[in-house]
């Protein structure tokens, strides 16, 4: 499927070339059909001679009622633009086509209609030299008498070649449908509609509507059911999470978490204006309309503060539109989370910041090396692409250059801190993390560079041991134990050899002691060791038997078996026996 938007001046008979293409009525108002007059948005659709299904989002034409025509037209890549042949280009074609123009639209069809009224060939001859100063430049054009059927083959011959040239929408983007429609239907609930520009919806779908979780119950297109869609497509989704009553208009239908919700944004203006803008304008994007601050940081560039947050990503085209001197103008998106402006002259440097990076590549680099390091997906999600040498660590992103620069910072940290505790291998991660001024622990595995490693939550050196004085004690402990591997020295006897608290802790750290309990503690493989001599013992045993295969004592040997016990080798039975597991 494809979708095209209608454009032109009320009474041009936008409608009625609708109807006689697609042979459906796009008027959804009773009101509108007995006045004759469009009001609201309306669709049709139909199939063409090829196969290919086209949907039409017919707009109205009367100045009263632009608000909706934008709505209509802000997610289609395509128009048709209607011009009587017996009134030629009016006051609302040129309205509509500076919005086509201010969008950014390049694909176009010219229809003449009410041919029988008027000769057309004028008409075509001046629409399409207007057309031509904007966005659409050449467009084919085709008279046609809906009311008689003169020429609406043709129409619909020049409607297959203007569809058969628009690219190929990203179906594997994520999903913005921005809501045209909301309503209840008995016995399904809330449905929404709008046409999803790009991306793939299925039913089952996880969404995000308005900071709420939604489900996709049902899923139609052009009155079918479906169980997916891809754009583009006009859609209607039955949704389950959401009362019809917190819709309207504008509220968009997203991927979770591909989008931020933003109030303040910078943009730049596609026509700069020597005119100075009024100090608040009306946004249009997708089918939302909202207020907003405007504060210019330049002749090209503004800030623009929304009266209400809006899914907007780098990129975006916006429309800003001055209701009072009914002009609009077209606006590219170029961060969703600039940087405050508090000092004097700073809007003139953020507008030359903007200027400097006018490739979205340039834009991501120059917004990644302000911020330093980012959660990617949030980066991402702004619209930005992955600079070229960025760095990711976990879930985070790096400048280009960062990850190395902090990490040649690391050995002297490392170094300081073993300077001020010696008897600590290293600093944990948490000391890493505030001496680079890191925003996550986790950052620091990806700044460490041999010979420095990540052990136990510690950057240490492959090098690192106990000052000299707590080894030569530890190595005198370790010989004794070697003679007798179950003879643990008591309390006494470690401070005789300088080893209190502190220092056992670090030769417990380091691998060379092993802790069994206060004042217990044995040499490395002392598990196996243990677990050998009691295999030699009938089974089950006695904790003095146990004492007896150890050659210890008991101040030794019932804190080991319940070491044992707590490690899985032995298991304790109800009468207060043991047995190997």
Avoid: C
């Amino acid at each position: 499927m494809q979708v095209v938007a209608t454009a032109g001046h009320v009474d041009h008979g936008k409608s009625t070339l609708v109807r006689a293409l697609t042979g459906m009525e796009p008027d959804r108002w009773e009101e509108e059909r007995r006045r004759g007059l469009t009001i609201d948005l309306g669709f049709a659709w139909t199939t063409l001679d090829s196969g290919r299904t086209v949907a039409v989002v017919d707009v109205p034409g009367h100045e009263k009622f632009v608000g909706n025509m934008l709505a209509g037209v802000g997610s289609v890549p395509a128009a048709l633009i209607v011009v009587a042949a017996d009134d030629g280009w009016s006051a609302q074609t040129a309205e509509h086509v500076a919005v086509l123009d201010a969008l950014g639209v390049r694909h176009g069809l010219l229809v003449v209609t009410k041919a029988d009224l008027g000769d057309p060939a004028p008409v075509l001859a001046d629409a399409r030299a207007r057309l031509a100063e904007t966005s659409l430049g050449e467009v084919p054009g085709v008279a046609v008498s809906a009311r008689t059927g003169d020429g609406v083959p043709a129409v619909a011959a020049a409607l297959e070649r203007l569809l058969a040239g628009l690219p190929a929408p990203d179906t594997t983007a994520p999903v913005r449908l921005w809501v045209d429609r909301a309503f209840s239907i008995r016995g399904a609930g809330t449905v929404v509609t709008g046409t999803l520009a790009a991306g793939t919806v299925r039913t089952g779908d996880r969404l995000v509507l308005g900071g709420r979780d939604v489900s996709v119950r049902g899923l139609h297109s052009l009155g079918e059911q479906v169980e997916e869609a891809s754009a583009t497509a006009r859609v209607a989704l039955n949704l389950r999470g959401v009362a019809v009553e917190d819709l309207s208009r504008g509220d968009a239908l997203l991927t979770p978490a591909a989008f931020r919700e933003t109030d303040e944004l910078d943009v730049t203006l596609v026509h700069p204006v020597e005119d100075r803008l009024p100090a608040e304008l009306v946004v249009h994007v997708g089918s939302a309309t909202v207020a907003a601050r405007v504060r210019p940081l330049d002749d090209a560039a503004l800030r623009l503060r929304l009266v209400h947050p809006l899914p907007l990503r780098v990129g975006d085209r916006l429309i800003l539109r001055d209701p009072g001197a009914r002009r609009v103008h077209g606006a590219d998106v170029r961060d969703v989370d600039p940087p405050a402006l508090r000092r004097r002259g700073a809007a003139a440097a953020r507008a030359g910041d903007l200027a400097a990076s006018d490739t979205a590549e340039a834009g991501a680099l120059a917004d990644l090396t302000r911020r330093r390091v980012v959660v990617r997906a949030e980066f991402e999600a702004m619209g930005w692409p992955v600079p070229e040498g960025a760095t990711t660590v976990g879930r985070w992103l790096l400048a280009p250059g960062l990850a190395d620069e902090l990490a040649a910072w690391v050995p002297a940290v490392v170094a300081r801190y073993r300077q001020l505790r010696p008897l600590e291998p290293g600093p944990p991660t948490a000391v890493l993390r505030s001496a680079l001024d890191l925003p996550d622990a986790e950052l620091v595995a990806g700044l460490v560079r041999a010979p420095l490693t990540l052990r136990e939550g510690r950057v240490v050196a492959a090098d690192s041991g106990l000052p000299e004085p707590v080894q030569r004690a530890v190595t005198g402990i370790l010989a004794r134990l070697a003679a007798e591997p179950f003879a643990a020295p008591d309390t006494e006897a470690l401070a005789a050899a300088g080893l209190g608290a502190r220092e056992l802790a670090a030769a417990v750290r380091d691998g060379q002691l092993v802790r069994i309990a206060d004042g217990v503690y044995l040499a490395p493989g002392v598990e196996q060791r243990a677990r050998t001599a009691l295999a030699a013992v009938p089974q089950p045993f006695t904790l003095s038997q146990a004492k007896q295969a150890w050659g210890t004592s008991r101040r030794v040997a019932v804190p080991l078996a319940e070491w044992l016990d707590a490690r899985g080798v032995t298991e304790r039975l109800g009468d207060a026996t043991r047995r190997l597991r």
